[in-house]
């Protein structure tokens, strides 16, 4: 199930040991039309405790009811990718004002603009990306044993 922008979803941290994984909240920053119908994945911000030591870029969640958070947090940008299967729930979601702060702070990380709202992105169409070329011969290394 592809989730929209901006929800607050529950996700096992670590995802290597599912044994030692403990529910945490992160942040969706990606579109479903442009990756989640397409891949069944979205990309995450970790949100953490308010009271840890600040980090470039972080960003307050002022609406905690919104976003469906008992404590003060904060939205960090430690980003992952994640397949949609492993999520838990969806808590909530950011209020306007919190988005739109995310976005700002999402557009100076990677240096462009990022919309606040999911209506102003384009849609995506599902295309097959076009496959490399194959090679048809293999070239020897100069090092290797084959003589040609």
Excluded at 27 to 39: D, F, I, K, W
Excluded at 67 to 87: E, H, N, Q, W, Y
Excluded at 98 to 116: E, F, H, K, Q
Aim: net charge positive; aromatic share 4%; no cysteine.
């Amino acid at each position: 199930m592809p989730f929209e922008l901006w929800s607050v979803v529950v996700v096992p941290f670590p995802f290597v040991d599912p044994w030692a994984s403990r529910l945490r909240p992160a942040l969706v920053v990606s579109e479903p039309r442009s990756l989640g119908n397409l891949a069944g994945l979205s990309v995450l911000a970790m949100i953490t405790s308010a009271t840890h030591s600040p980090w470039p870029l972080d960003v307050s969640i002022t609406d905690l009811a919104s976003a469906g958070l008992p404590a003060p947090a904060i939205v960090r940008m430690k980003l992952f990718t994640l397949d949609d299967r492993l999520v838990e729930r969806t808590a909530g979601a950011l209020a306007p004002p919190d988005s739109a702060a995310v976005a700002a702070s999402l557009a100076r990380l990677i240096g462009g603009s990022v919309p606040a709202s999911p209506a102003s992105l384009p849609v995506a169409e599902a295309q097959t990306p076009p496959r490399a070329p194959t090679r048809t011969r293999r070239r020897s290394h100069p090092g290797s044993r084959r003589q040609a």
